[in-house]
Nanobody
Framework: QVQLVESGGGLVQAGGSLRLSCAASESISRVNAMGWFRQAPGKQRELAARMSGGGSTNYAESVKGRFTISRDNAKNTVYLQMNNLKPEDTAVYYC?????????????WGQGTQVTVSS
């Protein structure tokens, strides 16, 4: 069974940085896309950043220029570097993988990691 495990969340002051990690239990070299979504209290889950299997990226307008998604296939890990954090970035951040993770095709989610930005 595929597992995605996020880490790196926490409490940070506005203007600070955090790096989230998402470790997959199987190879991510053939995924169609991996992404980071976030859900703030009382709001719908939204895409923050996404990377296709070919390496192209797209970001929510609200995080462009501040967040960077990257991946290390050798470690089966995707990262989200978040700089210049703002209170409105406070949310639970979820990792998503779509496509083949190892030999299993599906749409997979991690359990989420809390990011809290204080003003």
């Amino acid at each position: 069974q595929v597992q995605l495990v996020e880490s790196g969340g926490g409490l940070v002051q506005a203007g600070g940085s955090l790096r989230l990690s998402c470790a997959a239990s199987e190879s991510i070299s053939r995924v169609n896309a991996m992404g980071w979504f976030r859900q703030a209290p009382g709001k719908q889950r939204e895409l923050a950043a996404r990377m296709s299997g070919g390496g192209s990226t797209n970001y929510a307008e609200s995080v462009k220029g501040r967040f960077t998604i990257s991946r290390d296939n050798a470690k089966n890990t995707v990262y989200l570097q978040m700089n210049n954090l703002k209170p409105e970035d406070t949310a639970v951040y979820y990792c998503n993988a779509h496509g083949y993770v190892g030999t299993l095709f599906g749409d997979y989610w991690g359990q989420g990691t809390q990011v809290t930005v204080s003003s």
